[in-house]
């Protein structure tokens, strides 16, 4: 602590240069947040998957489906705790790119089987009494400024027609990455009104076991009970389903990573630079320093807190920033729900502190070597 003043003294001695250093450490952190960010979109269904929930969807393909009557037999299998199914609706609203995922959903035991979504009994009551009720996900209705109540045309594509559905409960997330995307309607009031090929079919089941720890086994059975049938299954833990559609989309994992890891590289090959142009430049006064009786691990202490402190500052910053504007990205990203967790963030200045460290290394060592006779001798 008693050495802050000089460290300080240091900082302000090239007020241009440590704030281009201190911009150079934010921007990174900043490019850092909106990656994690945009990983956690496109992983958001495979990091909050239920570990006690299987999919069941046909073995085919997921657009193949699935016999109603398949709900019953599910449900007498050993570890079989709940089943629930849905079905693809893929229709528009008002224009082709307000897309957002829509659902025809068992109205007695969707909401059972997804806890996370928290709905007020009201509203789901009111859902239930409807024949044409939906229910919307609150960052949906915020997108489109749908309040309950409102009357909301869709037009089908695999199901033809305008479908009109009245909106009577919105939805929000209990965690901050669930999405609140989604549009749930009656699977009844789709097998009423739809073509006569989809009454008696779902799209998919998803089915809760008792013990997570048996999942790999139930879902095994499940598939050996219908096979050799006319509509074969393919059971997976939700985690799996949801990793094979971010696999759809490519290795964004690598991408983010590949950019990540140049980011940083070219961060610590210029702030290593600019810390032994600092270096060099107080070569007398580090001279002195060690006259004056300075031990040596105190001038490479010196030399670390100051390029430690440059990255802590900037890396704040940077994360800060991406914190700020990461929620903004679900307007040019509609579908995506972006959230940097804070254990992130905390990751990000932890991870900006290291390069600091390393970058500043070789010029410490450098000052706690100087000779004084030697550095005298340049003056």
Not at 103 to 118: I, L, N
Not at 186 to 194: A, H, K, N
Not at 273 to 291: P, Q, S
Request: proline share 4%; aromatic share 12%.
């Amino acid at each position: 602590m008693k050495h802050l003043h000089l460290l300080f003294a240091n900082l302000k001695r090239k007020k241009i240069r440590t704030t281009l250093t201190i911009g150079s450490f934010a921007v990174a952190l900043f490019l850092y947040g909106l990656l994690v960010a945009i990983h956690g979109a496109f992983y958001q269904g495979v990091e909050l998957a239920g570990a006690d929930r299987l999919v069941v969807i046909n073995r085919v393909s997921l657009i193949q489906p699935l016999p109603i009557s398949y709900r019953d037999r599910l449900l007498q299998l050993d570890g079989v705790e709940a089943v629930t199914h849905a079905n693809w609706f893929g229709g528009v609203y008002q224009d082709e790119k307000n897309f957002f995922p829509q659902f025809a959903v068992d109205k007695d035991t969707y909401r059972q089987m997804f806890p996370e979504y928290a709905i007020t009994d009201e509203g789901w009551n009111a859902f239930l009494a409807d024949r044409e009720g939906c229910v919307a996900g609150a960052a949906l209705a915020e997108r489109f400024g749908w309040e309950v109540g409102d009357r909301i045309p869709i037009r089908g594509t695999i199901f033809p027609g305008t479908w009109e559905f009245n909106l009577r409960a919105i939805f929000t997330g209990t965690r901050p990455q669930d999405d609140t995307s989604q549009f749930w309607f009656r699977y009844d009031y789709l097998e009423e009104r739809g073509p006569e090929w989809v009454k008696g079919l779902a799209g998919w089941y998803t089915v809760r076991v008792a013990d997570p720890d048996r999942a790999a086994e139930i879902a095994k059975a499940v598939d050996r009970g219908f096979a050799n049938s006319a509509w074969e299954t393919k059971t997976e833990p939700e985690k799996a389903f949801a990793a094979s559609f971010a696999k759809q989309m490519g290795n964004i994992e690598f991408l983010i990573m590949t950019i990540g890891t140049v980011v940083f590289f070219t961060l610590l090959l210029v702030t290593g630079n600019t810390m032994a142009i600092a270096v060099r430049e107080r070569t007398g006064e580090l001279a002195v320093l060690k006259t004056l009786g300075y031990p040596d691990l105190s001038i490479l202490t010196l030399v670390l807190a100051e390029s430690a402190l440059i990255a802590v500052q900037g890396g704040v910053l940077g994360v800060l920033a991406a914190k700020a504007i990461s929620p903004g990205l679900a307007k040019a990203l509609p579908g995506f729900s972006f959230y940097l967790p804070p254990a992130d963030l905390v990751r990000g200045v932890g991870l900006a502190l290291a390069v600091g460290l390393v970058a500043g290394l070789l010029p410490a060592l450098s000052a706690m070597r100087l000779r004084v006779v030697d550095a005298l001798r340049r003056v």
